[in-house]
């Protein structure tokens, strides 16, 4: 690791972890897994002695050439960005943060992405291999540092939205890619109906576009690739510049649409180019309509079920009192296919058999 990125907080604490996890298995003792603890609303609450990864921390290995990162997981997400950022590359799938404290562990766990992820992919795709700290308090090793050591089952990626209840991420490596040469960010006003036409009408096309939302009356672009592509095209689809910090501002859900509110806050995952759905509340568009943010306060029975008819799911993130992210669902995620929950439960016991990791994080009963 070049001496451009080691930091005088860098820690190597997986021995510490390890003999903790080791101590708690023994004793079926339940663990609550924490790294910045900044996205604790998406999951159900655990109860349980805490496993903090936040001294656990460092960039281990980058290789900007070979667009290889390996860091552990305690690391804030604003650390190894800022890393990145001065070589000139990024997280293409664009993490959301919900905090400065938030870290590549819960990045891992939740495996959320942001605007970016339809066009260029979600966490896990760039998840090139993990250090797993098992129930007996071993480092073990899956996947690699290069997409071709990627075989057989993968169960580095098979981490990412696990939400800890497998075992203990302690190490990441991924693929990272250069930021593009140019940007640039469209506001739109037209209704939505228009703007849900126009998207499939571009989708279609070799357009530069790398996120796309629908808010407030008006369809959000942005553009990004070579400086002359993303130039014809702006000039192509006209519209005003959008103000600086937008997508970000929705990656990390502090646009005002997700102010205070005393309704939850859904995210829906659906298909593309799926109609607006007949449900009471508010709509955000994102993802070009693949993820759509709604404030309800319909059953949640009827949410989930419309978003099922269509292929889709629905995932409960609570409500806001404060600034901040959401506080979280007592049920947050849709119920497990009987054969779908049977697999879960199967894996669970092979690799936490005594349920020490996280217990209940997901469903009850997992």
């Known amino acids: 690791m070049s001496e451009t990125y080691a930091s005088?907080?860098?820690?190597?604490?997986?021995?510490?972890?390890?003999?903790?996890?080791?101590?708690?298995?023994?004793?079926?003792?339940?663990?609550?897994?924490?790294?910045?603890?900044?996205?604790?609303?998406?999951?159900?609450?655990?109860?349980?002695?805490?496993?903090?990864l936040a001294a656990h921390r460092g960039i281990t290995h980058y290789d900007p050439v070979e667009l290889v990162v390996s860091v552990r997981a305690g690391t804030p997400l604003a650390e190894l960005e800022a890393a990145l950022e001065a070589e000139g590359q990024m997280l293409a799938c664009e993490p959301p943060r919900f905090g400065e404290a938030s870290t590549v562990g819960g990045m891992i766990a939740t495996g959320l992405s942001g605007p970016r992820r339809p066009w260029a992919g979600a966490v896990r795709d760039f998840v090139l291999g993990t250090r797993v700290i098992d129930r007996a308090?071993?480092?073990?090793?899956?996947?690699?540092?290069?997409?071709?050591?990627?075989?057989?089952?993968?169960?580095?990626?098979?981490?990412?939205?696990?939400?800890?209840?497998?075992?203990?991420?302690?190490?990441?490596?991924?693929?990272?890619?250069?930021?593009?040469?140019?940007?640039?960010?469209?506001?739109?006003?037209?209704?939505?109906?228009?703007?849900?036409?126009?998207?499939?009408?571009?989708?279609?096309?070799?357009?530069?576009?790398?996120?796309?939302?629908?808010?407030?009356?008006?369809?959000?672009?942005?553009?990004?690739?070579?400086?002359?592509?993303?130039?014809?095209?702006?000039?192509?689809?006209?519209?005003?510049d959008l103000e600086d910090g937008f997508w970000?501002?929705?990656?990390?859900?502090?646009?005002?649409?997700?102010?205070?509110?005393?309704?939850?806050?859904?995210?829906?995952?659906?298909?593309?180019?799926?109609?607006?759905?007949a449900l009471a509340g508010d709509t955000l568009f994102d993802w070009a309509g693949a993820q759509r943010w709604l404030k309800s306060d319909a059953d949640?029975?009827?949410?989930?079920?419309?978003?099922?008819?269509?292929g889709g799911h629905a995932t409960c993130?609570?409500?806001?009192?404060?600034e901040g992210p959401p506080q979280g669902a007592a049920e947050p995620f849709t119920p497990l296919a009987p054969v779908i929950a049977k697999y879960h439960r199967r894996l669970k016991a092979e690799l936490d058999p005594n349920g020490i990791f996280n217990p209940g994080r997901l469903y009850g009963d997992f």
């Open 8 to 52: 005088p907080r860098d820690r190597d604490a997986s021995a510490e972890l390890g003999e903790q996890i080791r101590q708690a298995d023994a004793t079926r003792a339940p663990l609550r897994i924490v790294g910045g603890d900044t996205r604790g609303f998406f999951g159900r609450t655990v109860e349980g002695t805490p496993l903090s």
């Open 137 to 240: 308090g071993r480092e073990l090793r899956f996947g690699g540092e290069v997409m071709k050591n990627v075989a057989g089952y993968d169960l580095s990626r098979l981490m990412v939205g696990a939400q800890g209840t497998l075992g203990v991420v302690g190490e990441v490596s991924m693929k990272v890619l250069p930021k593009p040469a140019a940007s640039a960010s469209l506001h739109l006003d037209m209704p939505l109906e228009k703007a849900l036409d126009r998207l499939t009408e571009w989708g279609r096309q070799p357009l530069p576009i790398t996120a796309a939302a629908y808010a407030g009356g008006a369809l959000h672009l942005r553009l990004e690739g070579g400086s002359s592509s993303v130039a014809a095209t702006r000039e192509r689809l006209g519209g005003d």
């Open 248 to 277: 970000q501002a929705l990656r990390d859900l502090r646009l005002p649409f997700f102010a205070d509110d005393a309704r939850p806050l859904w995210r829906l995952s659906l298909p593309n180019h799926t109609p607006p759905l």
């Open 300 to 310: 949640a029975e009827e949410i989930r079920a419309a978003a099922s008819r269509v």
């Open 317 to 322: 993130l609570g409500t806001r009192d404060a």
